[in-house]
């Protein structure tokens, strides 16, 4: 592993970059991406964003979105530009796993790999990594690398500004999490001093839902939540039916479990959604409980104690009959 300063020199001179981040991505994995891609081509560089999925419409209108190329629908002009990178920034993952098929090709480059994330465990497929699971969101990460690791704030522009605030806000669960510490605040002022426009940015991503997304929430609270009150948790279960019946597309579920956060008393909340694939869980904690070791443990994911997730190949009832059942495990940490 070689020192993350050093990139100072490397990035000296103009470079073939490719920053790539998790599949579905989110607000920091799209925030982070773009952020550093504007501030990589105000340096000179040549730099395009592969992302291994689509992802939601409340994410695409962040400055320079157009540039972003979805591996699923351009396969070969990604793999060639991946094969071709003289470096690969890694965003928000630590996993090649992480990022589906696109995976292999990022393996197998050649370039120089930089992985800059905040979640558990790293893989070790990297060459330089900005890596701290105390950040709160990656796009912290990037502001401090900007700033910090390569002493160059003078590129936080408007548009850097407004991805990286983008971020922060979406991972942060909007400036709340128990990561949002005042350190986070000076950042986020800063990013308002260099052109981010916090009210606007709120406004684009929470309030730019469709009818359908809200009449579905409206299902899921009304006809499809469990509340267990001996254990102090609740579960939202969605299925294919559901899905197909509210034309839910990219991103309309997310944010719907911490519905079943917010009740009061509630510990541990999960999403169930019967995805055409396979059954994908979401699950959001408060305190010390560790959603992410119920996701590893049982449903070959992972990710944050209080933000975690995964998926199984079970049919959906099976799954909602094994969370059930997981519940008397855990219950002494969940009813404390
Ligand atoms: P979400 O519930 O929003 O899909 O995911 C919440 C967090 O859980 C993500 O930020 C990520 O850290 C983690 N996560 C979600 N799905 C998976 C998965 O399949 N595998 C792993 N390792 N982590 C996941
Ligand atoms: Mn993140």
Same mark, same amino acid.
Request: proline residues 3%.
């Given at each position: 592993?070689?020192?993350?300063?050093?990139?100072?020199?490397?990035?000296?001179?103009?470079?073939?970059?490719?920053?790539?981040?998790?599949?579905?991505?989110?607000?920091?994995?799209?925030?982070?991406?773009?952020? %550093?891609?504007?501030?990589?081509?105000?340096?000179?560089?040549?730099?395009?964003?592969?992302?291994?999925?689509?992802?939601?419409?409340?994410?695409?209108?962040?400055?320079?979105?157009?540039?972003?190329?979805?591996?699923?629908?351009?396969?070969?002009?990604?793999?060639?530009?991946?094969?071709?990178?003289? %470096?690969?920034?890694?965003?928000?993952?630590?996993?090649?796993?992480?990022?589906?098929?696109?995976?292999?090709?990022?393996?197998?480059?050649?370039?120089?790999?930089?992985?800059?994330?905040?979640? %558990?465990?790293?893989?070790?497929?990297?060459?330089?990594?900005?890596?701290?699971?105390?950040?709160?969101?990656?796009?912290?990460?990037?502001?401090?690398?900007?700033?910090?690791?390569?002493?160059?704030?003078?590129?936080?522009?408007?548009?850097?500004?407004?991805?990286?605030?983008?971020?922060?806000?979406?991972?942060?669960?909007?400036?709340?999490?128990?990561?949002?510490?005042?350190?986070?605040?000076?950042?986020?002022?800063?990013?308002?001093?260099?052109?981010?426009?916090?009210?606007?940015?709120?406004?684009?991503?929470?309030? #730019?839902?469709?009818?359908?997304?809200?009449?579905? %929430?409206?299902?899921?609270?009304?006809?499809?939540?469990?509340?267990?009150?001996?254990?102090?948790?609740?579960?939202?279960?969605?299925?294919?039916?559901?899905?197909?019946?509210?034309?839910?597309?990219?991103?309309?579920?997310?944010?719907?479990?911490?519905?079943?956060?917010?009740? #009061?008393?509630?510990?541990?909340?999960?999403?169930?959604?019967?995805?055409?694939?396979?059954?994908?869980?979401?699950?959001?904690?408060?305190?010390?409980?560790?959603?992410?070791?119920?996701?590893?443990?049982?449903?070959?994911?992972?990710?944050?104690?209080?933000?975690?997730?995964?998926?199984?190949?079970?049919?959906?009832?099976?799954?909602?009959?094994?969370?059930?059942?997981?519940?008397?495990?855990?219950?002494?940490?969940?009813?404390?």
């Amino acid at each position: 592993m070689s020192e993350i300063a050093s990139l100072k020199e490397l990035l000296a001179q103009p470079k073939q970059i490719v920053i790539t981040t998790h599949h579905k991505p989110d607000g920091d994995a799209m925030g982070s991406s773009l952020g %550093l891609y504007n501030y990589l081509v105000q340096k000179g560089h040549h730099v395009r964003v592969i992302t291994p999925t689509d992802y939601p419409t409340f994410l695409q209108w962040l400055p320079n979105n157009p540039e972003v190329l979805i591996y699923t629908d351009k396969k070969t002009e990604s793999e060639s530009l991946v094969a071709n990178a003289e %470096l690969i920034f890694c965003l928000d993952f630590n996993a090649l796993s992480r990022i589906n098929e696109l995976g292999k090709y990022v393996g197998e480059s050649k370039a120089l790999k930089v992985m800059i994330d905040h979640h %558990l465990e790293p893989e070790g497929f990297d060459d330089y990594r900005h890596w701290t699971i105390n950040a709160c969101a990656t796009a912290q990460l990037v502001y401090d690398f900007i700033v910090n690791i390569m002493d160059e704030r003078h590129f936080i522009n408007k548009d850097v500004a407004t991805c990286l605030y983008t971020g922060i806000m979406t991972d942060s669960g909007s400036f709340r999490f128990p990561t949002t510490t005042a350190e986070v605040h000076h950042i986020v002022a800063d990013l308002i001093n260099c052109g981010a426009e916090n009210s606007r940015i709120h406004q684009l991503v929470y309030d #730019n839902f469709s009818e359908s997304r809200l009449r579905f %929430l409206g299902h899921c609270l009304i006809n499809r939540l469990e509340v267990f009150t001996e254990y102090n948790s609740a579960l939202i279960t969605v299925t294919k039916d559901d899905l197909q019946k509210f034309q839910i597309t990219t991103g309309d579920t997310e944010g719907i479990v911490n519905y079943a956060l917010s009740i #009061n008393g509630i510990r541990l909340a999960a999403l169930v959604i019967e995805r055409p694939d396979r059954v994908k869980l979401s699950l959001r904690s408060t305190g010390d409980f560790p959603a992410n070791e119920i996701c590893k443990k049982y449903f070959n994911g992972g990710g944050h104690r209080n933000a975690a997730g995964g998926f199984s190949d079970k049919k959906i009832e099976a799954v909602v009959e094994e969370i059930k059942s997981i519940l008397p495990e855990y219950k002494t940490l969940l009813i404390q």
